[in-house]
């Protein structure tokens, strides 16, 4: 490689410290892989609730920060963990703004000052660099909660940082950060910013549109969703200002984390299996099959969902098709966690002798239902990548997707006459289309030799992060020159 990089990776949520879904992921892997292609990778986050019973080992910096919300001075301490590859990560802590749990809200909402905690986070990011006398050459910022450390950079902190570049990914446009104008003072930042071509959206302070103006290059987690985002229909609004920026912004497929999802070393698991040695899948179901008492009818599968309670992942479409999926036989089991109603739903469902729920967010659950079933169903409205689809392949559970964004680009649709391809795709979000789909792979699930090809081709994809840690590289390299 050319030159080591100093790169800081910010992410509101990192697994293993903080997670609420994908993105944690990614950012709890991404810095290992690119720290593993030579260069200098540390990572920041808020030191939230779930970090103490995360079970990681952290020591304090014995460095202190301050940073102004409004007129208000307040501190924040920094203390260090690790991820593989010896990757230091920067937690921040100010009890009052971050330890909580959720990271985020609650069931009845946001919390009421999301906007000053983030505003914190952002100009306490580049507080912490100065103190850690760590001035990266890129800053890699994930989501809205970092948004406003590319304006900052372009303005308060222009001198420090003068050839530190930001790189800004879009893990889901839906979450946008948007608050009443007067946000804008109490960032501190000058009145003149408050315009469309600025940080104002329809009226709002925007913490997405500031990292959409400002950040040096944008990407988002899939080629697809990279186009979708870019129209109408998929941009929140946001699709002008993505179109105008087009040539900054890049598609790049999220990858794997395999250390953490492999049936061949998962410790969760009945029994470790691979695809030379299918038989502890089936151990895998029998013990799914106990712990929800699941009463399936012969030759038919377990249909798997792990997923955030939310409209985005298609839920008014898995309740339209629900009596339907019920009624050839098959089994259900979802685990999940957010909207109001959706958990309701569920629960009612769960007392349906085929079906088994359980709401809340359960780790291990997660890894003993991707082993357990037979067919992962994710019917989302929109999916920037989803990171779930690519699990269950490896899990030889095979994915049943709505063909947008990262489901489009990461599950191959079977072919019958080829027998090619590694999964189950409908288009339109509509009943009869996913319905059809279903269909299609409940009567391949009878046809044991194919349904073991199927499973095999999905078990053998590789999405692992160094295909897309290269990609990211060479993106640094570009912000570099801008
Ligand atoms: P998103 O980021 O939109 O939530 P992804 O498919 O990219 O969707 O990632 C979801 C991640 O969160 C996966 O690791 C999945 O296993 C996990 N997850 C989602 N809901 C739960 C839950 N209720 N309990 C445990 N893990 C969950």
Known sequence: MARPLKILFVSPEVQPFAKTGGLADVAGALPPALKALGHDVRVMLPKHRSVLSAGVPLSPLGLEVTAKTGDQTRKGFIYQGTLPESVPVYLLENDSYFLRDPLYGTREGDYP??????????QAILESCLALRFIPDIIHLNDWP??????????????AFSATRTVFSIHNLGYQGNFPP????????????????GVEFYGQFSFMKAALVYADLLTTVSPTYCREIQTPAFGFGMDGMLRARGKDLHGVLNGADYHRWDPAHDPWIAENYGPKKLKGKEACRKRLEERFALD?????????????????????LV????????????????LGEGGALYEEYFRRLGSHPRAGVAIGFDEPLAHQILAGSDILFMPSGYEPCGLTQMYAMKYGT???VRAVGGLKDSVREFQAKSGS??????????KADCLRALDKALSLYRNKAAWRRLRLAGMAEDFS????AEKYNRLYLKALRT
């Not at 000052?113 to 952002?122: L, P, S, T």
């Not at 992060?465 to 897309?468: C, E, I, L, M």
Request: net charge positive.
């Open 319 to 334: 309740m339209q098709v629900m009596d339907d999926l019920l009624a050839t036989g098959a089994g259900f089991v979802l």
């Open 296 to 316: 399936i009818m012969p030759q038919r599968p377990i249909v798997g969902m792990i997923t955030r309670l939310s409209q985005q992942k298609g839920l008014d």
């Open 182 to 197: 007067a946000t804008l003072s109490q960032a501190g930042l000058p009145p003149g910013l408050f315009h469309p071509g």
């Open 146 to 159: 970092t948004g406003l450390v590319p304006v900052y950079l372009k303005t308060l902190y222009r001198k």
């Open 421 to 430: 391809g590694t999964g189950f795709k409908f288009r339109h979000e509509e």
């Open 113 to 122: 000052d999301n906007a000053e905690r983030f505003i914190f986070f952002c």
């Open 465 to 468: 992060w160094t295909r897309a």
């Open 398 to 400: 095979v994915p049943l």
